[in-house]
């Protein structure tokens, strides 16, 4: 169904060695997001009182259908935009001052990619903030949870004429509209990225796409909270 997501599993503590962690599916989409808690904060950072969280985002050679080179030499243009993006989103929720002078670093690795990679790696890293979060505070380490309230996101778009919700790769590579949701538990937007393929898109359309993509978003949230519901 055009306003249907995809179906959503996230697997928790998969990664026994890192502080949070957890397995994403979407659709065939898989992305394993680890969560590390390291003390200190890159140099910039030092003297504000204030905590650091980053992220670096993979795909493995064979996550799609023909093999894809390692980036060896740094990442890549579009690399580099989804790893600002995942840490933009997960800074957005997150107390940085209550999280003293540490840094955590969220790994989102794309083990098979079928559209909404960066997406699933929003969904799926904070998820794996949360437990580092609660670990930290079971350490002693913080008073609170950092991790304020939750993040998701969601592709939308507008495929053979129709707004359509979690898009795999074949619906992406056909859509005349596509479009990356990002937003808060509280109702909040943290991004929004949307491209016309060919004509432009009206107002209109754009509102029907971000309602589409809020009614998304709020089912992805239920999903994370089942996830991170004590055990």
């Not at 249907?4 to 659709?27: K, M, N």
């Not at 898989?30 to 993979?58: D, F, H, K, M, N």
């Not at 940085?96 to 002078?101: D, L, V």
Request: aromatic share 4%; charged share 25%; proline share 4%.
């Amino acid at each position: 169904m055009a306003n249907e997501l995809r179906p959503l599993d996230i697997q928790v503590g998969v990664a026994p060695y890192a502080e949070g962690s957890c397995l994403i599916q979407t659709g065939s989409t898989r992305v394993l997001c680890t969560a590390s808690v390291q003390e200190g904060v890159p140099p910039w950072r030092e003297r504000s009182g204030q905590g650091w969280i980053t992220a670096e985002y993979a795909m493995l050679p064979r996550a799609t259908h023909s093999r894809t080179r390692r980036e060896r030499n740094g990442p890549a243009g579009r690399t580099q935009e989804i790893q600002r993006l995942i840490g933009r989103s997960l800074r957005s929720v997150s107390d940085m001052k209550g999280m003293g002078a540490r840094t955590v670093t969220v790994d989102c690795d794309v083990l098979q990619a079928d559209g909404g990679t960066r997406t699933a790696s929003i969904t799926g890293a904070c998820v794996a903030l949360g437990l580092a979060g609660r670990w930290m505070l079971q350490k002693g380490m913080v008073e609170r949870n950092p991790l304020r309230e939750l993040v998701a996101a969601v592709s939308v778009g507008i495929v053979a004429g129709e707004p359509r919700l979690d898009l795999d790769y074949r619906e992406d590579s056909t859509a005349q509209v596509d479009m990356n949701v990002v937003g808060t538990e509280s109702g909040g937007l943290v991004e929004v990225q949307g491209t016309a393929e060919g004509d432009p898109f009206r107002r209109e359309e754009l509102d029907r796409l971000l309602d589409l993509a809020m009614a998304g978003i709020e089912r992805l949230l239920v999903g994370q909270r089942t996830a991170l519901a004590p055990r």
